[in-house]
């Protein structure tokens, strides 16, 4: 019995030792360079609303991504016409629901589009190659008298 209660304290001081040293090594980040927030925004590309009135008018195949806040979405009666609502979180596993083969806007209620750049940083990282964020996002559509369609009940 004494045997084991001396392997046991030996074998918890080996790993306080090793926890403390692994806690206390420090790692070499001089070749990492961290972005800014101007080099993490021009990794994604954006689309002017009109530019996505004329694909939407040609029938061309677009994905459209609705990432308003649910309280924005429901104060709405409207949304961008054959898109997809969905929250920021959930981007990733409604992942399937969005065709590889198409370019995918994504657009939110966002000031500066904050949600819709997270998105489009998301469905990248994930495989998708053709991504853009509808630059001004929900309001700039409005503005520009892009085509809505009733939102879905």
């Not at 019995?1 to 806690?23: D, N, P, S, Y």
């Not at 429901?74 to 065709?99: F, Y």
Request: contains cysteine; positive net charge.
């Amino acid at each position: 019995m004494r045997f084991k209660k001396c392997f046991g304290v030996l074998a918890a001081a080996f790993i306080v030792c090793e926890t403390m040293t692994f806690a206390y090594q420090k790692v070499d980040l001089s070749g990492i360079k961290p972005q800014s927030k101007k080099e993490q925004l021009s990794q994604v590309e954006f689309i002017a609303p009109e530019e996505l009135k004329t694909k939407i008018a040609k029938n061309q195949a677009v994905a459209i991504v609705d990432l308003r806040s649910q309280a924005s979405y429901e104060q709405g009666d409207k949304t961008i016409k054959g898109s997809l609502h969905t929250r920021v979180r959930k981007v990733a596993n409604r992942l399937r629901e969005l065709p590889r083969d198409r370019e995918v806007i994504t657009y939110c209620a966002c000031p500066a589009d904050e949600a819709a750049i997270v998105a489009a940083q998301a469905l990248l990282a994930n495989g998708f190659k053709r991504v853009r964020v509808l630059k001004g996002g929900w309001n700039a559509w409005l503005q520009a008298g892009g085509p809505v369609q009733p939102r879905p009940k």
